[in-house]
């Protein structure tokens, strides 16, 4: 019960990140509620489709339908007088995040899968969503680039929630670590610029600085 | 049979509609091939997967590879020595538009799922072959966009018949009527500039205008 | 045994090209490791989902993802030091994309799916990986444009594999043809400027050139 509450909060959570660049984009009321909707389940429904779940989650139980258009239908109104409040919103973003990549880690954990595809699933669970909503906006993901550390937090804190049980430690504490590592990787990449290396290709392309984006 | 009929129409109007778009993106022979196909049958095939019918409906029946194969080489010869029509076009889309949206309510429908299950699956049939086209192209998909009422129109059909099955009517004329509802809103929202209202988010980005696309 | 060693040798190699295009779009090193992995895996990930074989074969043999994960850190750790050699990657991609369309034929023909299906099966599992790293990279994916005849030589091998058994010649050498095909025309569209033609759609948009790209 505890579960499925943060999951429809993490769903919230994501509705609101997604409603929020929709309009931003100028996309209409429907543009922003399908943007919403895409962010909010495509990890989860890419993980069931590879994973052959059936039903997928959110045609299983609409709840999660309501629940996205209740807070995207918030945002619109929310932004409508104000501007959000960034901060606000990177936190709420890192725990829907955390949320997704550990209960993503453990659905595939309960079908007996390697270690490598539980973090594998955590990832795509938590990250996916957020990058079909980068592509449909037409931009390069923010998930992918060195600003972020989104999918780097994911796997550090599936592949935490894993060495944690292989280690001796009980599943609940194990989640929670994860999730703990997963927001603190991702409020540490956006507060303190904490970043993994990149590799430039020594190559003419990447002579010309890029355009500050 | 006629419902059959329809359909591949709908697959030939697509296949040409993302003819047209691999042409002026100057894509190859079989770039155009490529795009046309996915156009065409992309919104179905996400249907089918996300509902578990196997095996997918192009795969099951290859004769609509061949309509859209048809479609897209009459489109490019058709080129070669004139512009395309336009308004013959978009009312066509518009038609196809309708006939998907409404054949992929039904589909979920037979499965027994909830409403709001049912205009998700008739929005997603009907739309995101459009909007892989737009992201094949690169381009901010024009479906999201506030110039189109695509999302909007599919959306608004698709519950328009299901709340006419509600309230009595039978499903053909509630299925009739759900295509008027798609195409009236689509030639509306092009002939007479009929829009839904944008959210500006309250930010400095969004002070920029648009660059005309 | 064999056909195993090379469908690894195929995932290396695409591996390989994901991780030189993320390096040069700047990605950090967890979003090479996301963007080879995509790339090497994304074709036959998507033809195993359209015909429901389940698990998908990365999920079922791990050993893929190993193999990802190792050539992308070997490709990181040249890249510091040295430009990558160009030719030899775009003759070793043109290897991947010849053994992927042939595997992927392979297993669609072992379905008993029509040849149209075959030949549909073998394109996407040799040229998806590459499309969704070029979209996932926000460009104009490479597979459709004219200077490339990626999916061009993907459909002419399968083609050429299934018409050379059906005039009676045994599965292994109408592979190997298949493949020569494949290779012989990407390499011949790379160093002999060999194309397919382009349309022109005759309209405004065309008339400005293209920006060099």
């Given at each position: 019960m505890l579960l499925y509450l943060l999951d429809l909060f993490g769903v919230a959570v994501f509705a609101v990140s997604g409603a929020i660049v929709a309009a931003r984009k100028r996309f209409d009321l429907l543009g922003i509620a399908v943007i919403a909707t895409v962010t909010a389940i495509g990890g989860g429904t890419i993980r069931d489709v590879l994973l052959n779940r059936h039903p997928v989650f959110w045609i299983k139980d609409p709840a999660y339908l309501a629940v996205i258009l209740g807070a995207a239908t918030l945002t619109v109104v929310y932004m409508v007088f104000r501007k959000p409040p960034q901060v606000w919103l990177l936190i709420a973003d890192a725990l829907g995040l955390a949320l997704f990549t550990i209960s993503g880690a453990q659905v595939a954990e309960d079908q007996h899968l390697p270690g490598v595809i539980v973090v594998v699933m955590g990832t795509i669970t938590g990250s996916a969503g957020g990058l079909l909503r980068d592509v449909l906006g037409a931009e390069v993901p923010l998930v992918l680039r060195?600003?972020?550390?989104y999918a780097t937090a994911a796997i550090a804190g599936a592949t935490t929630y894993l060495v944690l049980q292989a280690v001796g430690v009980d599943r609940t504490p194990a989640a929670l670590t994860g999730m703990v590592t997963v927001v603190g990787l991702r409020l540490a990449a956006i507060f303190w610029k904490l970043r993994l290396p990149v590799v430039f290709a020594p190559d003419d392309e990447v002579r010309k600085p890029d355009p500050p984006s």
């Amino acid at each position: 019960m505890l579960l499925y509450l943060l999951d429809l909060f993490g769903v919230a959570v994501f509705a609101v990140s997604g409603a929020i660049v929709a309009a931003r984009k100028r996309f209409d009321l429907l543009g922003i509620a399908v943007i919403a909707t895409v962010t909010a389940i495509g990890g989860g429904t890419i993980r069931d489709v590879l994973l052959n779940r059936h039903p997928v989650f959110w045609i299983k139980d609409p709840a999660y339908l309501a629940v996205i258009l209740g807070a995207a239908t918030l945002t619109v109104v929310y932004m409508v007088f104000r501007k959000p409040p960034q901060v606000w919103l990177l936190i709420a973003d890192a725990l829907g995040l955390a949320l997704f990549t550990i209960s993503g880690a453990q659905v595939a954990e309960d079908q007996h899968l390697p270690g490598v595809i539980v973090v594998v699933m955590g990832t795509i669970t938590g990250s996916a969503g957020g990058l079909l909503r980068d592509v449909l906006g037409a931009e390069v993901p923010l998930v992918l680039r060195q600003t972020d550390l989104y999918a780097t937090a994911a796997i550090a804190g599936a592949t935490t929630y894993l060495v944690l049980q292989a280690v001796g430690v009980d599943r609940t504490p194990a989640a929670l670590t994860g999730m703990v590592t997963v927001v603190g990787l991702r409020l540490a990449a956006i507060f303190w610029k904490l970043r993994l290396p990149v590799v430039f290709a020594p190559d003419d392309e990447v002579r010309k600085p890029d355009p500050p984006s």
